[in-house]
């Protein structure tokens, strides 16, 4: 059973900041993988997508890599801004592509 | 298009009540999902369609769960009997898998309290 384990939980930057979030999962036999936003109470917004054929994507000021064998990604976010605060959760994509998540990583970023 | 639109945002339902909670994926998207997410966790996957076909249900999904794609178009997921541990946020997600390219597209899904 594939499983997806996010670090950190939690994280707390000043703006202006660089900084990494990591995704993790057991199984490697994954289609893709899907960055997404999620705002308090609301739905997701799909940030990236990487097949698994590609290394990493880019869009503006972030950037989302992928490494199948290992089971890894990280989504890197270039000068954070307040805006940014939520939740970040990836989800690898298997068989009916039906999406397997993490537990997600809270950002905040202060001004 | 608009994207995918839940239908009602909130709802807040006796124990023991029935609801049927409504989700109109993107236009021409074949594939259309429902997830369930409890506070703190991520979404865990319920069950899904292709245009009108239910292909998959999870083990979440228990007898009292049914969802419904008649035309391969909006979908409907009712709970009845509703219980307290039903209480989450139900997200309804569609796409149309092209190739590799399969990305997902989420509503805003439609928060249940049962009280």
């Known amino acids: ?111 | 298009d608009t994207g995918v639109s839940q239908d009602p945002r909130h709802k807040i339902t006796k124990r023991g009540q029935n609801v049927t909670f409504r989700c109109d994926p993107i236009s021409e998207h074949n594939r259309l999902y429902w997830y369930r997410q409890t506070l703190g966790q991520g979404p865990e996957f319920l069950t899904y369609f292709q245009n009108e076909a239910q292909l998959e249900k999870s083990r979440l999904l228990s007898d009292r769960f049914s969802a419904e794609r008649p035309k391969g178009s909006f979908s409907t997921l009712e709970i009845q009997r509703t219980e307290q541990g039903d209480s989450a946020m139900y997200l309804c997600a569609s796409s149309f898998p092209q190739g590799e390219n399969t990305e997902a597209f989420f509503g805003q899904g439609t928060r249940l309290t049962v009280v």
């Open chain 1, 1 to 111: 059973k594939q499983e997806v384990t996010q670090i950190p939980a939690a994280l707390s930057v000043p703006e202006g900041e660089n900084l990494v979030l990591n995704c993790s999962f057991t199984d490697s036999a994954i289609y893709n993988l899907q960055w997404f936003r999620q705002d308090p109470g609301k739905g997701l917004t799909s940030l990236l997508l990487i097949q698994s054929s590609q290394r990493e994507q880019t869009s503006g000021r972030l950037n989302a890599s992928l490494d199948k064998s290992s089971g890894r990604s990280t989504l890197y976010i270039a000068a954070s801004q307040p805006g940014d605060s939520a939740t970040y959760l990836c989800a690898v994509s298997e068989v009916g592509n039906k999406l397997t998540f993490g537990t997600g990583t809270q950002l905040k970023v202060e001004l």
